[in-house]
């Protein structure tokens, strides 16, 4: 009798540690996976974009990388949050950090470093320059249109 009742127990027990290391590995799953996702997102989208040819030689060379540059960063890159985060369903506050985390302009730390480690950092100067500038269009510009569709 006891043995049956030490057996049940044990698989009840064992049961329970099962469920446990499940409901341990599923939120750590998803744990993981909201923090790869982000930046799946990026990886897919560069793949994309450096496969089809948005900006051709004669619009760099009229108004050069610089400007190229800044425009990618400022105006591209938002919209290429955006939309997947529209379609994968996050929420309009999310939206709107996400559009103002991309859309400001990069750190001026980047130039130090490119310097340091033997890089052309003029370029990169160049194009953080300008990026300066071009939120204060770009942002309320943007902020506009998500607005004015419905997404944020």
Known sequence: MW????ALHEMNHCDKIQK????????????????????????IVG???????????SFV?????????????VVIT??????????????SEQIATAFVLVSVPSAMNAYIVTKKMGGDGEPGAAVIVAAMFLPVLTMPAGIWLIRSAGII
């Open 61 to 73: 060379g009229q108004v050069g990388w610089s400007m190229a540059g800044s425009l990618y960063k």
């Open 78 to 91: 938002p919209l290429a949050f955006v939309i997947p985060m529209t379609w994968l369903g996050f929420s």
């Open 47 to 57: 793949y994309c974009l450096s496969k089809c040819k948005i900006i051709d030689q």
């Open 20 to 43: 446990d290391v499940r409901k341990f590995a599923m939120d750590n799953l998803i744990f993981s996976l909201q923090s790869v996702i982000p930046v799946f997102l990026v990886m």
């Open 3 to 6: 043995q049956k009742v030490l």
